[in-house]
């Protein structure tokens, strides 16, 4: 059962435009949504973050935005550059009475941008 | 860099063999998470320590094993190795309750051959 689905394995964007990422879940425990960057050889760097009380989260050139009606979250990167060509992975957590915040990953989408 | 550092960076050992992956968290980070990506799949939730003591466990199969040392440094140790084991391992670690964010290792690429 994935809990945390990226239905678009990859993405390619030319450079300057927006790259639009986007995630889906299923269970509306999830109190906490991040997004991760990774790059080959490398392990997943944390990119930006939303809780699940706000609906939209800005850093930059990134921004997250969160529909917890539709459980669907999306990122987006404006202006895209050649630099931010990695693998992008959605995931989601949630405390609950677990006390533990584990994070479920989506499998990934592979973002290119173009020069 | 993340200051989450993984040793080895990688491990190629036959089927039927035993392998420890060590990991040391930020400092000050509390929190060590393993998860394992393997080839077809996204990161996957293995085991979580807390200052110590097991926390939370996830998908990982009994042949695996975990610690996490006074140190904070945590160890996974992987047992009677199969093909399928082939993967790679990573490590985070945060601060639970101050913040979600986990902050990753490079990772260790295990072969089982």
């Known amino acids: 059962d994935q809990q945390v689905k990226q239905n678009s394995p990859s993405l390619s964007v030319q450079e300057g435009r927006i790259s639009i990422l986007n995630c889906d879940y299923t269970n509306s425990m999830f109190d906490y949504f991040l997004w991760y960057k990774k790059y080959p050889a490398e392990g997943p760097t944390f990119l930006i973050s939303?809780?699940?009380?706000?609906d939209k989260n800005e850093d930059g050139r990134f921004t997250v935005f969160l529909n917890k009606s539709a459980k669907h979250l999306s990122l987006h990167i404006v202006p895209s550059q050649p630099g931010d060509s990695a693998v992008y992975f959605c995931?989601?957590?949630?405390?609950?009475?677990?006390?533990?915040?584990?994070?479920?990953f989506g499998q990934g989408t592979t973002l290119q941008v173009k020069p | 860099d993340s200051g989450v550092t993984q040793t080895p960076k990688h491990l190629i050992t036959a089927t039927g063999q035993r392998v420890t992956l060590r990991c040391s968290p930020r400092?000050?980070?509390?929190?060590v998470y393993w998860y394992q990506q393997s080839l077809d799949q996204g990161l996957q939730f293995l085991i979580q320590?807390?200052?110590?003591?097991?926390?939370a466990k996830g998908n990982i199969l009994e042949r695996f094993s975990a610690q996490q040392f006074p140190d904070l440094h945590s160890e996974l140790n992987l047992s009677s190795l199969e093909l399928g084991d082939s993967a790679l391992y990573f490590c985070?670690?945060?601060?639970?309750?101050?913040?979600?964010?986990?902050?990753f290792g490079p990772g260790t690429r295990l072969t089982v051959t």
């Open positions: 995931a989601a957590s949630g405390f609950g009475s677990s006390n533990t915040g584990k994070l479920i």
């Open positions: 939303i809780s699940s009380i706000k």
């Open positions: 400092s000050g980070d509390l929190s």
């Open positions: 320590y807390y200052n110590g003591e097991e926390r």
């Open positions: 985070a670690s945060s601060v639970p309750r101050d913040s979600y964010e986990q902050y």
